[in-house]
């Protein structure tokens, strides 16, 4: 596609619930970022697809939040028993392989809004 | 870890004048990028700076990187209301393919 697109754009959830984030990242681009800011803060990283090697997932805050992307495309970001704490935009992103160390731009889609209530 | 810090947090100036926000980060870096976020949008890549480069300049934009400090600026000049937006800075974390960003320098111009 032309650009990186997300959805959903918004959605609210009640707390307890389990979501699916998903994103659908430039063609051709290998490697994807998934980050989350808070109202008013900065991009906390959560996790990095770089092609076929295993996903840096260092930035995950819990065993609740999970992520795969199938067939080296479309990613899916997984919160499993919301918390309200869990309320932020999530972004994705994505560059050509190998990303930010080669100086690669990324491209970030226009985020998913998540509320817990 | 905490990879980039801007200063200040906030900035408001008036149309016309120039705007520097800063960035400092930790570990050695082969470029350092920043991004721009209007309120409520994703980000987009204003300039990157690699890092055998000390100046670089796009349109009112110029970007300095000095690696001895582990600090970079970004200067606008000739500041619009249009510039009124949250700049962020990027690197690579331990050189490798992940980019962390700092927290932002919020931009506010008033015309």
């Known amino acids: 596609g032309a650009g990186v697109s997300q959805s959903p754009s918004n959605k609210v959830t009640e707390k307890g619930k389990d979501v699916e984030l998903r994103c659908d990242p430039i063609s051709g681009h290998t490697a994807l970022y998934w980050y989350r800011q808070s109202l008013g803060q900065g991009l906390e990283f959560l996790i990095y697809f770089q092609g076929n090697s295993a996903p840096d997932k260092s930035g995950l805050p819990s065993d609740r939040f999970s992520a795969e992307r199938t067939g080296g495309s479309v990613s899916t970001l997984t919160i499993q028993r919301t918390q309200q704490e869990d309320s932020a935009v999530y972004l994705c992103?994505?560059?050509?392989?190998?990303?930010?160390?080669?100086?690669?731009?990324?491209?970030f889609g226009e985020g998913s809004w998540l509320t817990v209530v | 870890s905490q990879q980039g810090e801007e200063d200040p947090q906030a900035l408001s100036i008036q149309e016309g004048e120039n705007a520097t926000m800063n960035c400092s980060y930790k570990t050695s870096i082969n470029n350092l990028q920043w991004y721009r976020q209007n309120s409520g949008r994703g980000l987009v890549h204003l300039i990157l700076i690699r890092s055998n480069e000390r100046e670089k300049h796009s349109g009112r934009l110029r970007v300095t990187l000095d690696t001895s400090k582990k600090s970079s600026s970004l200067l606008i000049t000739a500041s619009r209301a249009a510039d009124t937006a949250s700049y962020f800075c990027a690197t690579p974390y331990n050189q490798g393919g992940k980019l962390i960003f700092g927290q932002g320098t919020e931009l506010s111009v008033k015309p």
């Open positions: 992103a994505s560059s050509s392989f190998p990303g930010g160390d080669s100086g690669n731009t990324i491209y």
